[in-house]
């Protein structure tokens, strides 16, 4: 059973980074599309990014929201199975709950887009002095 | 970015009700519509994807259908467990995009 959990600071100061990682067991990290997103009352859900693994035989490729696209940095530490995300310069509106999330393989082979099918449970991040 | 728009925002019903969710796209997305359900303090779980397709493990009450712009998730007699927040999302284009969500509370 796979399982994801995102970790890292509550608290962060405004114009900083915000660094969180997702330790992600049960599964290997390659072939599949790991994303990150963000959840506030203001905006809703939000996607932030994904990183495509492609193992050993395939490039890799990352897509972030244009919204954010300049500030955020999606990286994969393979050693530790560990998924990271970074988010510099933050503001208040990047208060938010972080959730990292998996894309379906099933159901991107079938053709049905790319769906969501495993979550970490979330790790809220206040941006504050 | 294609925006997405979820009627009603909030609705009342009964357990053993059948509840209509509604998702509007700002163009056409074919099929490529998911279904999530979110209870309070939980990440969403996926529910339907490719607008119509039931995930592992989740009930058959649950049904969705739709394509270019109008999606319907249905839940054909709603139990205890199913007063929730749903939310749509589109995998189309990045950036992928959610409604801003329904929320099924108790009559």
């Known amino acids: 059973q796979v399982q994801m959990q995102e970790s890292g600071p509550g608290l962060v100061k405004p114009s900083e980074t915000l660094s969180l990682t997702c330790s992600v067991s049960?599964?290997?990290?390659?072939?599949?599309?790991w994303n990150w997103m963000r959840q506030s009352p203001g905006k809703g859900l939000e996607w932030i990014g994904y990183l495509y693994h492609g193992g050993a035989t395939k490039p890799g490729s990352t897509k972030y929201n244009p919204s954010l696209k300049s500030r955020v940095t999606i990286s994969v530490d393979t050693s530790k199975n560990e998924v990271s995300l970074k988010v510099n310069s933050v503001t208040a509106a990047d208060t938010a709950v972080y959730y990292c999330?998996?894309?379906?393989?099933?159901?991107?082979?079938?053709?049905?887009?790319?769906?969501?099918?495993?979550w970490g449970q979330g790790t809220r991040v206040t941006v504050s002095s | 970015d294609i925006q997405m728009t979820q009627s009603p925002s909030s609705l009342s019903a009964s357990v053993g009700d059948r509840v209509t969710i509604t998702c509007r796209t700002s163009q056409s997305i074919s099929r490529y519509l998911n279904w999530y359900q979110q209870t309070p303090g939980k990440a969403p779980k996926l529910l339907i994807y490719?607008?119509?397709s039931l995930q592992t493990g989740v009930p058959t009450r649950f049904s969705g259908s739709g394509s270019g712009t109008d999606f319907t998730l249905t839940i054909s007699s709603l139990q205890p467990e199913d007063f929730a927040t749903y939310l749509c999302q589109q995998s189309y284009i990045t950036p992928w995009t959610f409604g801003q969500g329904t929320k099924v509370e108790i009559k």
């Open positions: 490719a607008a119509s």
């Open positions: 049960g599964a290997s990290l390659s072939n599949y599309y």
């Open positions: 999330a998996r894309v379906s393989s099933t159901v991107a082979a079938a053709g049905g887009g790319y769906a969501f099918d495993v």
